[in-house]
């Protein structure tokens, strides 16, 4: 006994399922870059060439939030191709005519992928979350500043506020820093009557306290030439929390800031459905790494002898995608309002697993 106490055959499963897991999430992590990079290089065509080097850059900063949704699809297909391998050099015939059930052996994968899960949650999701934002802000930099300010965008978020000025709509291409930071803005601004007074368009903004602080101002006034200005101040009543639900994205938050937001949101009266169903789902993604090495093991414990293993391995790839369809139906409900965000999240990972070891019971013991 050694290696945090596990025997030999426990350290051999172990590194046997993490590299399996690892080998699936870096091929699918590849293969997301790969097709980030073309789409990248396409709006470099279109907008403007931007150099080779800045698009691998951005294409890196945006992977991690891309491939932070693939962690449990990982820890299953890394699972059952662990498996496959096992049985198909013998070793698990091997393990079991020793007297090793499949619980046994099942043990160390399960380690592994609960390690893997509370990884993901405390140290891989704070990472993707500040490369998101800063890829936010670059792809800004390289693309937003070649649109034409006076142009419409489909696109762009819009948002209503009332300032001391008067009203104003202000919308932009691209928000980063929890909306706190806008790029390619445009807003219409009124008076205390209601009455349109300018256009507005800037390069970027930024929440100040009572105000947006534009830059690479163009103004235009009914009747009148544009005019155009350094910086450009926006009054505002709205609060950073108030913007942050309207323009921000749950998924630019970090584990660790999470419930402190979700106290100030509270506090402020705001809807939490979005991020408190963020905080459960990155709660419970080690349980969920551990019902994705169960649902592989319902379909990887076939013998190679016995013939059939495609069919079981498309059986098992099919589950994980109907579990994953459960998941974000359940999800959807639970931000809808229709169900408890606990049992949107908790409950289908919580049916995988009773799914499966109800299987694995039938398939060992009768």
Same mark, same amino acid.
């Given at each position: 006994?050694?290696?945090?106490?596990? +025997?030999?055959?426990?350290?051999?499963?172990?590194?046997?399922?993490?590299?399996?897991?690892?080998?699936?999430?870096?091929?699918?992590?590849?293969?997301?870059?790969?097709?980030?990079?073309?789409?990248?290089?396409?709006?470099?065509?279109?907008?403007?060439?931007?150099?080779?080097?800045?698009?691998?850059?951005?294409?890196?900063? $945006?992977?991690?939030?891309?491939?932070?949704?693939?962690?449990?699809?990982?820890?299953?297909?890394?699972?059952?191709?662990?498996?496959?391998?096992?049985? $198909?050099?013998?070793?698990?015939?091997?393990?079991?005519?020793?007297?090793?059930?499949?619980?046994?052996?099942?043990?160390?994968?399960?380690?592994?992928?609960?390690?893997?899960?509370?990884?993901?949650?405390?140290?891989?999701?704070?990472?993707?979350?500040? +490369?998101?934002?800063?890829?936010?802000?670059?792809?800004?930099?390289?693309?937003?500043?070649?649109?034409?300010?006076?142009?419409?965008?489909?696109?762009?978020?819009?948002?209503?506020?009332?300032?001391?000025?008067?009203?104003?709509?202000?919308?932009?291409?691209? +928000? +980063?820093?929890?909306?706190?930071?806008?790029?390619?803005?445009?807003?219409?601004?009124?008076? $205390?009557?209601?009455?349109?007074?300018?256009?507005?368009?800037?390069?970027?903004?930024?929440?100040?306290?009572?105000?947006?602080?534009?830059?690479?101002?163009?103004?235009?006034?009914?009747?009148?030439?544009?005019?155009?200005?350094?910086?450009?101040?926006?009054?505002?009543?709205?609060?950073?929390?108030?913007?942050?639900?309207?323009?921000?994205?749950?998924?630019?938050?970090?584990?660790?800031?999470?419930?402190?937001?979700?106290?100030?949101?509270?506090?402020?009266?705001?809807?939490?459905?979005?991020?408190?169903?963020?905080?459960?789902?990155?709660?419970?993604?080690?349980?969920?790494?551990?019902?994705?090495?169960?649902?592989?093991?319902?379909?990887?414990?076939?013998?190679?002898?016995?013939?059939?293993?495609?069919?079981?391995?498309?059986?098992?790839?099919?589950?994980?995608?109907?579990?994953?369809?459960?998941?974000?139906?359940? $999800?959807?409900?639970?931000?809808?309002?229709?169900?408890?965000?606990?049992?949107?999240?908790?409950?289908?990972?919580?049916?995988?697993?009773?799914?499966?070891?109800?299987?694995?019971?039938?398939?060992?013991?009768?």
């Amino acid at each position: 006994m050694s290696w945090l106490g596990l +025997a030999t055959i426990d350290r051999y499963l172990v590194r046997r399922f993490a590299t399996g897991i690892f080998g699936a999430f870096l091929i699918c992590s590849l293969l997301i870059y790969m097709i980030d990079m073309v789409e990248l290089l396409r709006l470099s065509g279109k907008y403007g060439a931007v150099k080779l080097y800045q698009l691998a850059w951005l294409a890196l900063l $945006r992977l991690p939030a891309y491939t932070e949704f693939l962690v449990g699809f990982a820890v299953q297909v890394g699972s059952i191709g662990a498996l496959l391998m096992l049985s $198909r050099k013998s070793e698990l015939t091997i393990m079991r005519a020793s007297g090793m059930s499949v619980w046994r052996f099942l043990r160390p994968a399960m380690l592994v992928a609960l390690l893997i899960g509370v990884v993901s949650t405390a140290l891989y999701n704070p990472m993707a979350a500040w +490369a998101r934002t800063e890829g936010e802000q670059f792809y800004a930099e390289l693309f937003g500043r070649e649109t034409n300010l006076l142009g419409s965008d489909s696109k762009q978020s819009w948002l209503r506020q009332d300032g001391l000025d008067g009203q104003s709509v202000i919308g932009a291409a691209a +928000a +980063a820093d929890r909306g706190l930071k806008l790029t390619t803005v445009t807003a219409f601004v009124y008076d $205390r009557s209601g009455r349109f007074v300018e256009r507005v368009d800037a390069r970027a903004g930024t929440l100040k306290e009572g105000y947006w602080e534009l830059e690479g101002v163009w103004v235009t006034r009914p009747g009148e030439e544009p005019q155009t200005y350094g910086s450009y101040l926006l009054s505002t009543y709205l609060s950073p929390e108030r913007v942050a639900d309207a323009l921000g994205s749950v998924y630019a938050v970090s584990f660790w800031e999470l419930p402190a937001l979700i106290e100030v949101a509270e506090k402020a009266a705001l809807s939490t459905t979005r991020l408190a169903l963020q905080y459960e789902a990155l709660l419970a993604r080690p349980l969920l790494c551990v019902a994705m090495v169960l649902l592989a093991a319902t379909v990887s414990l076939k013998s190679f002898r016995s013939g059939g293993i495609q069919t079981m391995v498309v059986s098992g790839m099919v589950g994980g995608f109907g579990f994953f369809l459960l998941a974000e139906v359940s $999800r959807q409900l639970g931000s809808a309002g229709l169900a408890p965000v606990w049992a949107a999240v908790w409950l289908p990972i919580c049916l995988a697993i009773l799914v499966s070891l109800t299987v694995l019971l039938h398939q060992e013991d009768g």
